[in-house]
């Protein structure tokens, strides 16, 4: 609670795409439970605010993060999102005041690493988006069925997005 995170991203000069930097999120949640973010600012971060993840079986961290809440927080300008969703279920982001004028990755980002990854019962709700960029995407790795398992977006205000909502499904798979 009331925790003011300040990284150093620069949307003038954002850098590389070299998958170390824009992983330095300001929350890092493995295999977590129970957790309630709320009252916290995060600006400039080369990363995600939130990542919300866990390990894969045989893995440090085995085991999905559950129960997690992102209430109330205030996030402006990020590489990456205000929350990746990995490997969890019961996430509810509500109430939040979020800016994000880089379109590099989606404000809320679905993106399970393999099948063994899953997202559950995720639900965005009465935020206050301002992003040039993608609202949500869910992201398939390859032929890997990982959509989520029920996505909730109820009553947000969202302005100034290129687009709401971008899926992509698994090889095979046509809509």
Request: aromatic share 10%; proline share 3%; with cysteine.
């Amino acid at each position: 609670k009331g925790i003011n995170f300040v990284g150093n991203f620069d949307v003038s000069n954002p850098g590389p795409i070299d998958g170390t930097s824009e992983h330095a999120h300001a929350i890092a949640l493995k295999n977590a439970q129970n957790i309630e973010i709320h009252d916290c600012e995060a600006q400039n971060i080369k990363g995600d605010f939130v990542y919300v993840g866990g390990g894969r079986t045989g893995e440090a961290h085995e085991g999905k993060s559950t129960n997690v809440l992102v209430k109330n927080c205030i996030g402006r300008e990020f590489k990456r999102s205000f929350v990746s969703f990995i490997h969890c279920d019961k996430v509810l982001v509500s109430d939040n005041t979020i800016s994000k004028q880089y379109a590099y990755v989606a404000m809320f980002d679905i993106e399970p690493n393999d099948s063994s990854q899953q997202t559950y019962n995720i639900t965005i709700r009465n935020n206050f988006i301002d992003t040039i960029g993608i609202f949500v995407q869910v992201y398939n790795n390859g032929t890997n069925n990982v959509n989520p398992k029920s996505l909730s977006i109820i009553n947000n205000h969202v302005s100034n997005c290129s687009y709401f909502y971008t899926s992509s499904l698994p090889t095979g798979v046509n809509t």
